[in-house]
């Protein structure tokens, strides 16, 4: 079984930052990719970023030069920094990894979500 723990969300006001963090345990081989969703009210969930093991990123258009993703391999943890945040980045956001639990096996796994709000 894997977990995904995340952290580090709460309430901000406008340009301000906060950093989230997203730690995965359990019995696996390897974490491939890891990212970032989030999920306003009323919609449908978003990527926000993606980290390859390797270091490569992906970022969503509406984050790009304020939002940083970087991982530890060592720790299995992903973070993602938030700067010059706005309210329309309010939203739950999400961890998730794509696990090699065996050889040959790979999953799927979300962490449980935390809460980001931006007031204006």
């Known amino acids: 079984q894997v977990q995904l723990v995340e952290s580090g969300g709460g309430l901000v006001q406008a340009g301000g930052s906060l950093r989230l963090s997203c730690a995965a345990s359990?019995?696996?081989?390897?974490?491939?990719?890891m990212g970032w969703y989030r999920q306003a009210p009323g919609k449908q969930r978003d990527l926000v970023a993606t980290?390859?093991?390797?270091?490569?990123?992906n970022y969503a258009d509406s984050v790009k030069g304020r939002f940083t993703i970087s991982r530890d391999n060592a720790k299995n943890t992903v973070y993602l920094q938030m700067n010059s945040l706005k309210p329309e980045d309010t939203a739950v956001y999400y961890c998730?990894?794509?696990?090699?639990?065996?050889?040959?096996?790979?999953?799927?796994?979300w962490g449980q979500g935390t809460q980001v709000t931006v007031s204006s």
């Open positions: 980290i390859t093991s390797g270091g490569t990123t």
């Open positions: 359990g019995s696996f081989f390897s974490i491939n990719a």
């Open positions: 998730n990894a794509d696990v090699l639990v065996r050889a040959y096996a790979s999953y799927d796994y």
